[in-house]
């Protein structure tokens, strides 16, 4: 375990399920929570690749083979989690389709986008908070997605800003119960769509995400996984109904990119190479 992971015990008892958490993001969450104590649930679809997930992790782990699309595999892994376990203290709202052609996607590409990123979000939430005691947390993963315009998308960042309202929404209905509901949105973060951009190279992928993180490199997962592990804990009792930006400074940047307006005018003006 390097020193950015070493674990502190902060969720030592509690039971998690994270969602999506065969590969990626959700796999590294999944071993993050699980080094601070917690019990996993690792969902997915992919029975293969979610049990080496759950092997990885270890012997607190267990793998759930369900597509959140259908309310009764939602409904297996809430029963089966109780039943091995018999608490849940978190949900980590994971799971997520990256199926986004722009203004040219399908009406079909948005439902079914939207159904994966949103509304089985919205679902699994609801049925999970059946299960839930005063003190337990639900963490959706946002994204810097979310939060700006971007060229060429636009299902996957309504998705994202439509997940972060429910968050705020959520946690008002929920607070009365003593359950917490944030958010965590990372910028670029190393995983296998960006090692299929880059060709597996993460140098690249540093080298180029640079440009739009002031902190000079992409994420990694285990970061993205610390902030989900503290919102969940009794460190952040007092936060709800908020995001937590993990983004190496993508957030601080305007449409200027973090350059001043004379930097831009010295690099533009005529006789100069910009």
């Known amino acids: 375990m390097s020193p950015r992971t070493a674990a502190n015990g902060r969720l030592n008892g509690r039971v998690a399920i994270v969602t999506g958490a065969t590969q990626g993001l ?31 992790v270890g012997s607190q782990a267990c793998f759930f083979e369900a597509d959140i699309t259908d309310d009764a595999a939602i409904d297996g892994v809430v029963n089966g989690v109780q039943a091995r376990w018999g608490r849940i203290d978190a949900l980590v709202n ?26 089985s979000a919205a679902v699994f939430t609801q049925k999970v908070a059946e299960r839930m005691h005063a003190g337990a947390v639900i963490v959706n993963l946002g994204s810097t997605g979310g939060k700006f315009g971007a060229g060429g998308r636009a299902i996957y960042p309504a998705s994202k800003a439509a997940l972060l309202q429910i968050t ?29 951009m880059s060709g597996g190279s993460i140098e690249l992928a540093d080298a180029v995400g640079a440009h739009f993180h002031p902190l000079g490199r992409v994420g990694r997962g285990d970061e993205v996984g610390q902030a989900v592990a503290f919102a969940l804990s009794s460190d952040a ?38």
């Open 26 to 56: 959700g796999a590294d969450i999944a071993q993050v929570l699980a080094q601070h104590g917690a019990r996993v649930a690792v969902v997915g679809r992919q029975r293969e690749a979610g049990t080496a997930v759950a092997q990885a």
């Open 168 to 196: 705020r929404n959520f946690a008002v209905t929920l607070a009365p119960r003593g359950i917490r509901v944030l958010s965590v949105s990372p910028a670029w973060t190393w995983s296998p769509a960006m090692a299929s």
């Open 94 to 119: 994971n799971a997520c389709s990256y199926d986004d052609q722009g203004l040219a996607s399908t009406r079909a590409q948005w439902l079914q986008t939207l159904n994966v990123n949103l509304v």
């Open 237 to 274: 009792s007092w936060m709800t109904g908020v995001d937590l930006a993990v983004d190496g400074g993508f957030s601080a940047l305007g449409p200027d990119q973090g350059v001043s307006p004379r930097s831009w005018f010295e690099k533009m003006a005529p006789g100069t190479k910009g």
